[in-house]
C-alpha cells in the first residue's frame, strides 16, 4: 500500500512537470498563432477583431507569464482548455470529446487483439519449438519491418478505391450520422478494419517475439523441469508455469504500450483520415492551433501515466517478489 | 538379500543423434532395492545426473535414450517397463512412484506461486479424488515432517531460506509417499551444518516412510556415512559396484581409490591425500578401451585395447560387489 501510495506521489509530481512543459512550449515556439489566423481570414478583420482576438487567446501582451500560467491552471481543472483556432469557435474540449473515442475504439482494441494474439502464439512458439510455428516469426518480423505509412498505402492502394469493400478514408460513410444505430456501427466498423488489419500486422511481431524468447529463457529453468517431473499435464506446465512467469515483461509492456494508443496512432489516423486524437494533432501543427496541440499533449501525458500505473500495479499483482511486506 | 524395486539394465544416453552423438551413460546395469540408499558418485561428466534425467524420462533435448530398459516393481503387482509406457501412464507414474529432487534447491520452486499452490498441484493431478481440505492437510503434515512450519504454507519461495526450499523441496518429493526417491546433489548448494540437518532428517524420513534412495552426488565421503551401497561412476559406466563400508576399506578400481584419496579422513589413521592426476575424459573422445586408463597409476597394456567388463572380482568371491577392471584379482571370475 505504502509502494502505491509512493507511486502515486511520483506520478503527480510527473503529471505537474508535464503539463508546465506542456504551458510553455507553445510559447517557446516561435510565431504567433493569431497571425495565423488573421492569414486565414486574408486580410478581413478589423484591428479591433485582431486586438479582441489577442485578449481571447490570453495573448494580450498586458498578462505576465506567471498570471498566464495561473490561469492555464485553473483552465485545466475547469476541463476548459481553450477555444480551437482551426475549428474556431469551437471548444478544444469538445473536438477532443469527439475524437478521443474513435481512437480509442480503434487503437485500443487492436492494440489488446494484438496483445492477445501475439503472446498466445508466442506462448506456442516458445514451447514447442523447432514446430512450424517458428517459422512463423521470420514472415512476421518481415511484415513488422515495413514502415507503418507504406503498409497503410499499399493497403489502400491495394484493397481500397471505387466499389472495393474497404473504403479508403474516413471514420464513417460521410452524410450519415453518429447515432448507435445498425447502419453507421456497420459503417464505422467497415471503416476501421483496412487500418486495424494494419496495425495488427505491424504490432504483433513484437508480441511474438519477445514472449517466444522469455517462454525459451524460462522453460530451461529448473522448475520446468521439477513440474515436468510431478507429473503434471504438459496443458498445466505450460501454462501455470512457464507461460505465467514468462508473461511478466510483456505484461508490463503491454500496459506501456496503452499509454501510446492515444498518442501512437498518428500516421495511422493520417494516412487513413481517421478521425481521432493523431488526425486532430495534425491539423493542429499544420495551422498552429495551440490549444488544440495543448489539449492533444494534455489527454497523450495523462494517458501515459495512467499506463505506468497500470503497470506499476499489474506486476504488483503478478509477481510476489516486487511486493514489499508491510 | 532383499527384493529389487528398481531394474535399470544395459542403459544408454546419448546427447545428439548420428555420428555426431556424445554417448554421456555406456551399458550402465543398476539395481534398486527396497528400502536401500544407494549411493552413486562421481566427478563432474560423468554422468550421474544424465542417467538420473534418463530413467525418469526427463532428459531435455538434444538428450537422447538410445537403449535398455527401467523395470519398475510396484509393491504387489506386475514389474514394467517405464520406458514403454505412454504419455498419460509416465506422468502418472512420476512422482506417485518415483520423485525427484534436484540440484538446485534455489531454483526448483516457481517463484510467483505460493508453497502451497506447489505442494498442492501435485497432490491435485495424482489423487484427484481427496478433497480440498484433505490435500492441505496432507501438505501440511508433510511440512512439518521436514520441519516447516504449516504457517509457512502461504510463503512464496523468495521469502525462504536455501534450507527451508530445499526441505520444501524433499517434502514435496515424499508427498505423494512414492517408493523411490531420486536425489541429484540435494545438499551441494548448502552449507554443510546445513547439509547435515537435511541427510540427518532424511535418514529419519526412510525409516519411518520407507522408501528407496537412489542418491547422486560427487561428495564420496557423503556416501560412505549414509549409504548402503555405492556404485562409481566414471565417462559414463558404471566402474565399481559395493557396499559402502566395503567400498571405503577396500575399494577395487583404481578410480575409487582415487577419489576416496581426495579427501581426509575424520578417524583412522592419517593418511596422505593424493587426488588423481588429469582430468576427467572428454566424452567426444574417448579412450580407447579403459577410459580411465590414461589417468590410472596401474594401467598396462590391455587396459587401452579392451574395454573392462563389470562383473564380481575373483579375488573377492562376494556377489554384491563388482568391479570393471583388468588388474589381477578384479577381472571377472567367469
Known amino acids: ?326 | 538379500m532383499k527384493a529389487p524395486v528398481l531394474e535399470i539394465r544395459d542403459f544408454n544416453v546419448d546427447y545428439g543423434l548420428g555420428d555426431q552423438a556424445v554417448r554421456a551413460v555406456r551399458d550402465v546395469t543398476l539395481t534398486l532395492h527396497r528400502g536401500e540408499v544407494l549411493g552413486l558418485a562421481g566427478e563432474s561428466g560423468s554422468g550421474k545426473s544424465t542417467l538420473a534425467y534418463g530413467v525418469t524420462r526427463l532428459l531435455p533435448p538434444p538428450g537422447v535414450i538410445s537403449g535398455g530398459s527401467v523395470i519398475y516393481h510396484p509393491p504387489g503387482d506386475q514389474p514394467y517397463d517405464v520406458m514403454g509406457l505412454a504419455d498419460a501412464e509416465l506422468r502418472a507414474f512420476r512422482w506417485a512412484e518415483t520423485s525427484i529432487v534436484f540440484q538446485g534447491a534455489m531454483n526448483s520452486l516457481n517463484p510467483v506461486h505460493k508453497v502451497s499452490t506447489q505442494m498442492l498441484d501435485v497432490i491435485r493431478a495424482h489423487e484427484p479424488q481427496l478433497t480440498p481440505p484433505a490435500r492441505v492437510a496432507r501438505a501440511k503434515e508433510m511440512l512439518k515432517l521436514v520441519g516447516i512450519s504449516a504457517d509457512r504454507m502461504d510463503a512464496y519461495p523468495h521469502q525462504l531460506s536455501g534450507g527451508m526450499r530445499q526441505r520444501v523441496m524433499i517434502g514435496m518429493a515424499l508427498v505423494l509417499e512414492p517408493q523411490i526417491v531420486i536425489m541429484d546433489e540435494p545438499t551441494t548448494a548448502l552449507d554443510v551444518v546445513m547439509q547435515r540437518q537435511i541427510l540427518a532428517q532424511l535418514v529419519e524420513l526412510r525409516e519411518r516412510l520407507d522408501f528407496s534412495v537412489l542418491f547422486i552426488t560427487h561428495d564420496l565421503s557423503l556416501l560412505v556415512e549414509f549409504a548402503d551401497r555405492i556404485a562409481i561412476m566414471y565417462g559414463g559406466r558404471i566402474v565399481e559396484e559395493a557396499r559402502s563400508a566395503e567400498l571405503y576399506k577396500d575399494s577395487l578400481h583404481p578410480y575409487s581409490e582415487g577419489l576416496l584419496r581426495s579427501f581426509p579422513a575424520l578417524r583412522g589413521p592419517r593418511r596422505e591425500l593424493s587426488g588423481i592426476p588429469g582430468s576427467p575424459p572428454d566424452l567426444r573422445g574417448m579412450p580407447s578401451g579403459c577410459a580411465f586408463h590414461p589417468r590410472c597409476p596401474h594401467a598396462f597394456d590391455r587396459c587401452s585395447t579392451e574395454i573392462p567388463v563389470l562383473g564380481v572380482p575373483a579375488a573377492r568371491n562376494d556377489p554384491n560387489r563388482s568391479v570393471a577392471c583388468w588388474l589381477p584379482g578384479r577381472v571377472p571370475v567367469a
Open chain 1, 1 to 326: 500500500m505504502k509502494f502505491l501510495l509512493q507511486r502515486l506521489a511520483f506520478y503527480l509530481f510527473t503529471a505537474w512537470a508535464a503539463i508546465t512543459i506542456n504551458f510553455f512550449i507553445p510559447r517557446l515556439i516561435p510565431g504567433d498563432p493569431v497571425t495565423s489566423l488573421i492569414n486565414k481570414f486574408q486580410g478581413q478583420m478589423s484591428t479591433e477583431a485582431i486586438n479582441s482576438l489577442y485578449v481571447l487567446f490570453g495573448l494580450d501582451k498586458d498578462a505576465s507569464m506567471w498570471s498566464q500560467y495561473i490561469d492555464y491552471w485553473g483552465q485545466v481543472f475547469r476541463g476548459d482548455l481553450g477555444l480551437s483556432f482551426t475549428f474556431f469557435p469551437t471548444p478544444v474540449s469538445e473536438i477532443l470529446g469527439q475524437s478521443l473515442p474513435w481512437t480509442i475504439a480503434l487503437v485500443g482494441i487492436t492494440t489488446f487483439a494484438s496483445f492477445m494474439i501475439g503472446t498466445g502464439l508466442g506462448v506456442l512458439a516458445g514451447w514447442r519449438r523447432g514446430s512450424w510455428l517458428d517459422g512463423l516469426l521470420p514472415v512476421t518480423t518481415f511484415l513488422s519491418s515495413i514502415p507503418y505509412f507504406w503498409l497503410g498505402l499499399i493497403a489502400i492502394t491495394l484493397l481500397a478505391g471505387q466499389g472495393s469493400f474497404f473504403p479508403s478514408s474516413g471514420g464513417y460513410e460521410p452524410g450519415l450520422v453518429p447515432a448507435w444505430d445498425s447502419e453507421f456501427i456497420g459503417s464505422a466498423v467497415r471503416h476501421s478494419l483496412l487500418p486495424a488489419i494494419t496495425i495488427l500486422i505491424s504490432s504483433v511481431s513484437g508480441w511474438i517475439l519477445s514472449m517466444r524468447n522469455m517462454m525459451v529463457t524460462v522453460a530451461s529453468e529448473d522448475y520446468i523441469t521439477v513440474a515436468h517431473a510431478k507429473g503434471l499435464s504438459e496443458r498445466r506446465v505450460m501454462l501455470s508455469y512457464a507461460a505465467r512467469n514468462a508473461l511478466l515483461p510483456n505484461v508490463s509492456g503491454f500496459a506501456l504500450s496503452l499509454g501510446f494508443i492515444v498518442g501512437g496512432t498518428l500516421l495511422v489516423e493520417i494516412v487513413f483520415s481517421y478521425p481521432g486524437i493523431g488526425y486532430n494533432l495534425f491539423q493542429a501543427v499544420g495551422a498552429k492551433d495551440y490549444p488544440l496541440m495543448q489539449g492533444v499533449f494534455l489527454v497523450i501525458t495523462i494517458s501515459v501515466l495512467v499506463a505506468n500505473l497500470i503497470a506499476d500495479v499489474a506486476y504488483l499483482l503478478l509477481d510476489p517478489r516486487t511486493r514489499k511486506e508491510g
